[in-house]
C-alpha cells in the first residue's frame, strides 16, 4: 500500500487528547488522523455542495435546517447572518 507520509505539530493538550481518542477508537494515531481529515474533507465537500444548491434554488429555511439537524442527530451551531 502507498502512503503518503508527513509530520505534523499541534498543542500538547490536542496531541494527547488525539492520542486518547485513537485508543479509544482501538486505531492507531495515523488511521486516526486519516479518518478525521476525511471526515472534515468530505464535510468541506458537502458544504459546497448545499451552498451550490441554496444559490440555485433558495436559501433553506430555519425550520428546514432544524429538522435536518433532529433528522442527524446533532445539535445546529449559531443561526447563520442573513446578508
Do not use: C, I, K, Y
Not at 2 to 31: C, H, I, K, Y
Not at 39 to 45: C, I, T
Not at 57 to 67: D, K, M, V, Y
Amino acid at each position: 500500500m502507498q502512503v503518503d507520509r508527513f509530520s505534523v505539530t499541534m498543542d500538547p493538550e490536542l496531541g494527547a487528547a488525539v492520542r486518547n481518542a485513537a485508543e479509544q477508537a482501538g486505531s492507531s494515531v495515523s488511521a486516526w488522523l486519516a479518518a478525521a481529515a476525511s471526515d472534515r474533507l468530505r464535510n468541506q465537500l458537502l458544504g459546497s455542495a448545499l451552498d451550490a444548491w441554496e444559490a440555485e434554488t433558495t436559501p433553506f429555511s430555519e425550520a428546514e435546517l432544524e429538522e435536518a439537524a433532529r433528522t442527524l442527530g446533532v445539535r445546529r451551531r449559531a443561526s447563520r447572518a442573513t446578508t
